[in-house]
């Protein structure tokens, strides 16, 4: 019998390249530098602006930004430095209610507006809901309501497609039963030990055609120190043996053989084309079941514990 997770194993075609092309894979700009900042009391990183070139010079053309992460500067000074057309480069933004009290921010208008012009970009080709937590009291505002401004700034031309991350099934209802436009992507957390962030919402999305877009695929590789329980690696090696690659690029080919979209990021420029160099092989269903079927031996959630109490039985059902 075919799992659900194969069943669901295809790619939305709604997140495309200047081609037509569908992107499989993206570079996040992420959480890491915004703990570094905090951490070092520092607003400008100039070694984030050579990542960000590295990325894009060796084939990257998604860049995953955020209002949380603070890095809109080094985005739009490699940009500049580059001199990339802006068609060349999708450019993936994010509003978080955190912005409502740290920058009196009146919602995603405001905040989209203060990111393109730090940018010195015209527009970005896709602006996510951060969270789910948007609320009069965190945020000045509904779910809805934000939905809403995202709607008017596909309008106005400044946001060229909307989606969310971290949403629930029933945080994606809400919004669907009003929206104008729906959703393309949820980003979510996605590994081999979290492979549905929250009950239902990965058949939900394929059933609607939303795009899941993963950020932490390598939490197997990232997260755990030797000596630690981690089942899959031994998995990831010998199949990495077998196709000469590296565990890395066994867990992003394996996300995007399931339809799902991986984010991640290097410093290391020699990791960069690795991540890059995952489409010239495929694996078997069964391969992709074997490591589909870790989610029963090791439950794993790193981040957004706030919203997601749920075992891993309720997670994992119906996968």
């Known amino acids: 019998?075919?799992?659900?997770?194969?069943?669901?194993?295809?790619?939305?075609?709604?997140?495309?390249?200047?081609?037509?092309?569908?992107?499989?894979?993206?570079?996040?700009?992420?959480?890491?530098?915004?703990?570094?900042?905090?951490?070092?009391?520092?607003?400008?990183?100039?070694?984030?602006?050579?990542?960000?070139?590295?990325?894009?010079?060796?084939?990257?053309?998604?860049?995953d930004a955020a209002e949380i992460y603070c890095t809109y500067e080094e985005i739009g000074i490699a940009l500049r430095e580059l001199n990339v057309k802006r068609e060349d480069?999708?450019?993936?933004?994010?509003?978080?209610?955190?912005?409502?009290?740290?920058?009196?921010?009146?919602?995603?208008?405001?905040?989209v507006n203060r990111s393109l012009k730090i940018m010195g970009l015209d527009h970005v080709d896709m602006y996510l809901l951060h969270t789910p937590d948007i609320t009069e009291e965190s945020a000045g505002m509904t779910i809805v309501d934000a939905w809403k401004q995202c709607e008017q700034l596909v309008k106005e031309g400044k946001v060229k497609n909307i989606g969310v991350s971290n949403f629930r099934v029933k945080d994606l209802e809400e919004?669907?039963?009003?929206?104008?436009?729906?959703?393309?992507?949820?980003?979510?957390?996605?590994?081999?030990?979290?492979?549905q962030q929250s009950p239902g919402i990965r058949e939900y999305c394929y059933k609607n055609g939303i795009q899941i877009e993963a950020f932490?695929?390598?939490?197997?590789?990232t997260k755990f120190k030797e000596g630690e329980e981690n089942p899959v690696m031994p998995i990831l090696s010998r199949l990495a043996q077998k196709y000469g690659k590296n565990e890395?690029?066994?867990?992003?080919?394996?996300?995007?053989?399931?339809?799902?979209?991986?984010?991640?990021?290097t410093s290391n420029e020699k990791r960069i084309v690795e991540y890059l160099n995952i489409f010239d092989f495929e694996m078997s269903p069964e391969e992709i079941q074997e490591i589909v079927d870790i989610k029963d031996k090791k439950f794993f959630r790193g981040w957004m514990h706030q919203f997601y109490p749920e075992t891993a039985d309720e997670c994992n059902a119906g996968l």
């Not at 669901?8 to 390249?17: H, P, S």
């Not at 450019?91 to 409502?100: F, H, M």
């Not at 919004?175 to 492979?195: A, D, R």
């Open 1 to 63: 019998m075919v799992s659900k997770s194969l069943q669901m194993a295809k790619f939305q075609n709604n997140i495309l390249d200047k081609n037509g092309e569908q992107i499989k894979i993206g570079f996040g700009v992420g959480s890491y530098w915004r703990i570094h900042k905090s951490e070092n009391n520092i607003e400008f990183v100039p070694e984030l602006v050579q990542q960000i070139k590295q990325a894009i010079e060796n084939g990257f053309v998604m860049i």
């Open 89 to 111: 480069i999708w450019i993936t933004d994010k509003y978080i209610n955190w912005s409502y009290t740290n920058l009196n921010s009146t919602g995603p208008i405001f905040s």
């Open 175 to 195: 919004i669907m039963k009003v929206c104008e436009i729906k959703p393309m992507c949820n980003q979510i957390e996605f590994h081999p030990y979290l492979q």
């Open 216 to 221: 932490s695929p390598l939490t197997p590789i």
């Open 248 to 265: 890395s690029q066994i867990l992003l080919r394996w996300c995007t053989q399931l339809g799902v979209l991986p984010l991640t990021t």
